[in-house]
């Protein structure tokens, strides 16, 4: 038994030790870089008879029709009954959201989201965000980037919301993740 656990701590130093040296994912700016953009994100709907899986909120974008732009990323949770986002239901709601986010300075981030139900996240060309389920407002895994220019980056996202409460906030920061404001966020 001693000898098990004695295998079990190693493995665990070499994985922890493995994970802080993987290098932090490269964003890549978008370019050229866009000009004359309106504040917020904008997003396009659909609205299935169910949803569960990330899977299934692709399947639905096939019916999506654009919706009433986001102001950004920060939507609390709401109360039970409660529209999602800016969409037009509370229930079995997909978004796809695209636009663009502002980093002021080039750097290391963290970023991270709170989302109710899935998400898959991308940011300059990364995944920076991913849940593929159902749960209550909860935290994705932290993700370490590189931002190699102040600038924008270009933000695509696919987002479901299945029954209950629903959320979606985005934090980033160099070194602890904070709220991102929403005129980090633009659109064409």
Not at 82 to 104: C, M, N, P, Q, W
Request: with cysteine.
């Amino acid at each position: 038994m001693t000898n098990l656990k004695t295998a079990l701590a190693a493995a665990a130093v070499i994985l922890l030790a493995s994970a802080s040296l993987a290098a932090p994912l490269k964003l890549q700016p978008a370019s050229p870089q866009p000009s004359g953009l309106k504040t917020g994100l904008a997003v396009q709907y659909a609205y299935p008879s169910d949803v569960k899986t990330l899977g299934n909120a692709q399947n639905a974008l096939r019916k999506a029709k654009p919706g009433t732009p986001l102001a950004g990323l920060d939507y609390r949770d709401t109360d039970e009954g409660e529209i999602t986002l800016t969409s037009t239901r509370a229930h079995h709601v997909v978004a796809k959201i695209t636009g663009y986010v502002k980093f002021d300075a080039a750097g290391t981030y963290t970023i991270d989201f709170l989302t109710n139900d899935g998400l898959d996240a991308n940011i300059g060309g990364q995944q920076v965000g991913y849940f593929n389920g159902r749960q209550s407002c909860n935290e994705t895994r932290a993700v370490e980037v590189d931002v190699p220019q102040a600038g924008w980056y270009p933000v695509d996202i696919l987002y479901f919301q299945r029954v209950g409460t629903s959320c979606l906030h985005m934090r980033a920061g160099q070194g602890s993740p904070t709220w991102m404001k929403n005129s980090a966020f633009g659109y064409k």
